[in-house]
């Protein structure tokens, strides 16, 4: 394993057994038994448990007359979550706020606990954007069929239509491959951006970092935060268009 990091190790150390119990109940053997945990599930880990830490302390201290610091970083979420689904254009689009949320916090944790020296991202492995994608694809997918019915599969058919029932049937019969392929590339799309994106300005800062003192890393550091918003936002907004897609009942 390269740069293993020091929590890895840790993992490696103490949780190898339970690694490789777990992939032995789907078949798989690890490269490395003795060193199965990768840094970016050692990572996601972390992130997931600080964010049920951030969870319980926020909902621990909640009050209506005097909000702390972090339930008003929450209801900036809140706002800017809701903000994005209206502008989208989504109908009723509050029922599909927490998912939307989830990613966009999720992401962004990942995103920025690589500024940390003892972590890395985890969006820096295609695995963890790929994860993320099928699962919002699997979910607007579902809500699509929610919404519609099995209707939902008229978008596949496109949405232009002849008074010629002729020229209607072969604009279908082009359209339905189309459409069929610009669905299901739409996880791959999601995955490609993130992983690249972070992965390259991971790399960049990494390197400045070591070639230079105080000034030029910090601003690398802010670059990095920069590309961390950007990402977060930029998965999230795009699944939110395609929540909206798929719910719609006029597309």
């Known amino acids: 394993m390269e740069h293993e990091l020091g929590i890895t190790a840790l993992f490696n150390t103490y949780f190898a057994g339970l690694a490789n119990a777990i992939l032995g109940l789907f078949g798989v053997t690890a490269t490395h038994p003795d060193k199965p945990w990768e840094n970016w599930l050692v990572v996601e880990i972390v992130v997931v448990a600080l964010l049920m830490i951030a969870v319980a302390i926020l909902r621990s201290g909640l009050s209506v007359d005097k909000p702390g610091t972090l339930q008003h970083v929450f209801e900036s979420f809140y706002g800017f979550i809701h903000d994005t689904i209206d502008q989208v254009g989504i109908h009723h689009g509050g029922q599909y706020a927490p998912y939307i949320g989830t990613v966009f916090i999720f992401i962004l944790t990942m995103n920025l606990i690589g500024i940390i020296p003892a972590f890395e991202a985890p969006t820096m492995s295609p695995w963890v954007p790929a994860g993320m994608a099928i699962v919002t694809f699997l979910y607007f997918n579902t809500m699509g ?98 929540i909206s897609l798929a719910v719609s009942h006029e597309h």
Do not use: C, D, W
Request: no cysteine; charged share 10%.
């Open 145 to 242: 069929f929610r919404a519609n019915g099995i209707g939902y599969l008229k978008q596949l058919a496109g949405p232009v239509r002849f008074p010629n029932p002729i020229a209607t049937f072969f604009i279908i019969l082009f359209m339905v491959p189309i459409e069929t392929v610009s669905l299901f590339i739409r996880p791959l799309s999601l995955t490609v951006r993130l992983y690249g994106n972070m992965f390259a300005g991971e790399q960049v800062t990494t390197v400045f970092l070591g070639l230079t003192k105080l000034i030029i890393p910090v601003i690398f550091m802010g670059l990095h935060v920069f590309v961390s918003l950007i990402q977060a936002y930029v998965f999230t907004l795009l699944t939110t268009i395609y």
